[in-house]
């Protein structure tokens, strides 16, 4: 059972949130952005993978807790289409170079509708986070579990919030549900965090 460590989000990302989100209810909470760095800390990826990246905002969360838990993340990759904010890859990659000059962050743009395209990596932790709807997630549940590594996490985030981005979060539930009815007996750990918007944990054998 994960518990969630201290962690001043706004203190973290104040030079990169952008003015639009930085009043956010979302943005503000305690209960969410706190939840990403524990990840990072408690998992300590060497690689992660972020399906739906915007402004960069939870990868640099999970990094600086793998980096503060004493490993530095060796591979980064990110995936999003900017389709909420047009040039948020080129801003996000910018904040993540800032914030971690050392650290290999590549984005890739690109529409994951239909699935998460062939990358030649794996990775300890999975974070989705985009294209919430029914099929995608359940495709996007499939691939990553297959893109991890031996006792790879995957993280979905908006399990627990009714409405996100005017997508009712039963389709995540249903994915998810539809994905663990043949994936459960083999998973290693199974949790769900009841935090701002819900996050389901799954971790591979
Ligand atoms: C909730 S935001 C991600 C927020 C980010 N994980 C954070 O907390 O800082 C969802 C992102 O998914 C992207 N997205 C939505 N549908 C997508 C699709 N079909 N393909 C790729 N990206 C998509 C959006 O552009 C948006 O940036």
């Known amino acids: 059972m994960i518990s969630k460590l201290e ?40 690689s992660i993978f972020e399906v739906g990246v915007r402004y960069g905002y939870s990868m640099a969360c999970i990094i600086k807790g793998s980096v503060d838990a ?7 990759i990110g995936i999003d289409n900017e389709e909420d904010h047009g040039g948020s890859n080129t801003a996000a990659l910018q904040s993540l170079n800032s914030l971690f000059p050392e650290i290999n962050v590549q984005l890739i743009t690109k529409n994951v509708y239909r699935g998460l395209p062939k990358i030649d990596h794996r990775f300890d932790l999975i974070h989705i986070d985009a294209a919430h709807h029914v099929y995608p997630t359940i495709h996007h549940l499939d691939q990553a579990y297959r893109m991890l590594n031996p006792g790879g996490y995957i993280v979905i985030d908006d399990m627990g919030s009714k409405i996100t981005y005017g997508i009712s979060s039963d389709t995540c539930h249903k994915a998810v549900q539809d994905f663990l009815l043949y994936r459960f007996r083999e998973c290693k750990q199974y949790t769900y965090i009841n935090n701002f918007r819900g996050h389901v944990i799954l971790q591979v054998p």
């Open 70 to 76: 004493g490993v530095a993340p060796e591979l980064v």
């Open 7 to 46: 962690f001043d989000h706004k203190e973290f990302l104040k030079d990169i949130v952008i003015e639009e989100d930085a009043n956010k209810e979302w943005y503000l909470s305690d209960d969410y952005y706190a939840w990403y760095y524990t990840y990072g800390f408690t998992i300590k990826p060497k």
